[in-house]
């Protein structure tokens, strides 16, 4: 049974990293000789040891004969993520954007893993949990409380449904679920190459090819049933990588029809529009008639952007292309009649 994790012995990661390198050399080094190398104490040294046997699960064993210490599997290293305060610390404040990942599988599992990688950064000089910031009552790491990722609207993963997509994505096995697309109401079912895993505004989506539609898809996770691994293999396309089809922007896909967009924005959202980059190619300049700001950009992500507009209420609308003016003149329309509906 694996022992409960304690704190790390006087909290240094360069001397346990220090021991590693020279267990890890083959010259069987003995305590006397660690600890005179880091100039250091042998006491020092036995916790550390005894730490990276029950905490790191570090194979260390004493050679009689060599009168020194030994890894039992010769390609045993201590990993990198254990190495530098630096480092750690990223480490520390990369676990608030866990958050993010609350509602999937592998929230426990990396929490815990992130947990044991910078137990170092709760502890004092002394291996013991370290005084509380200033003005903080716990002593949990300062960073906890003052690096913080807000909330976003998510949905929650099966387990056994992520653990499919996974398997077929490792194996590079097809696998089918039933679907139901955003303007469907009833479920088909779908045969897909699964090729990636996407994450975006908190929702989880798989990027693959769509056997019956012979092109490449997006399917999001929430709205997925029965999925399954087939026993049928396939080979990596060499453009499979979201981001071949991709420039790296928020409406950069190049996959379909590209349109040219032109949407004004008032003065009270121009602010927050300036600030970001939409599109690789985006142009933003001042309205020519009256105040706000109008940017250009193209983009084959005709919907994404639609929506975009919509979200913005009254601070946005289209003047380019015609197919999106309609479609949003459309939808304002309609929220009108709904209104009239229910008041």
Not at 240 to 263: P, T
Request: hydrophobic share 35%; aromatic share 14%.
């Amino acid at each position: 049974m694996k022992e409960q994790r304690k704190s790390l012995p006087r909290a240094s990661l360069a001397r346990i990293y220090h021991i590693d390198r020279e267990i890890a050399s083959g010259k069987y080094p003995n305590a006397d000789k660690l600890a005179k190398g880091y100039e250091t104490s042998k006491a020092t040294i036995h916790r550390d040891i005894d730490y990276m046997r029950n905490f790191l699960e570090a194979p260390i064993e004493y050679n009689a004969r060599h009168r020194g210490y030994y890894y039992t599997e010769k390609t045993f290293r201590l990993p990198a993520r254990y190495a530098a305060a630096e480092d750690m610390l990223a480490l520390g404040m990369a676990k608030s954007l866990l958050r993010l990942y609350q509602d999937t599988p592998l929230y426990d599992s990396a929490k815990r893993l992130l947990d044991e990688i910078t137990l170092p950064l709760t502890q004092d000089d002394t291996g013991t949990p370290g005084k509380a910031p200033p003005g903080q009552a716990d002593k949990s790491p300062w960073y906890e409380k003052r690096v913080v990722v807000p909330p976003v609207a998510s949905a929650p993963v099966k387990p056994e449904l992520w653990q499919t997509i996974i398997d077929g994505i490792r194996e590079n096995h097809l696998i089918t679920f039933d679907y139901q697309g955003m303007d469907d109401r009833d479920y088909k079912t779908r045969l897909v190459r699964p090729y990636q895993l996407l994450f975006q505004d908190g929702m989880w989506y798989l990027y693959g090819y769509a056997e019956e539609r012979k092109a490449v898809r997006t399917f999001s996770l929430s709205r997925m049933e029965n999925a399954a691994l087939t026993n049928e293999t396939f080979e990596l396309s060499p453009n499979y990588d979201f981001f071949c089809n991709h420039d790296g922007s928020y409406f950069g896909v190049y996959l379909g029809k590209k349109y040219y967009f032109k949407i004004w924005f008032s003065n009270d959202t121009a602010r927050y529009i300036e600030e970001r980059q939409w599109a690789s190619n985006q142009k933003i300049k001042k309205a020519e008639k009256g105040d706000g700001i109008i940017i250009h950009f193209t983009s084959a992500q005709f919907k994404k952007v639609l929506w975009w507009v919509l979200s913005y209420g009254s601070g946005a609308f289209p003047l380019e292309p015609p197919e999106l003016v309609k479609e949003w003149e459309q939808n304002v329309e309609g929220m009108r009649k709904h209104r009239n509906k229910v008041t």
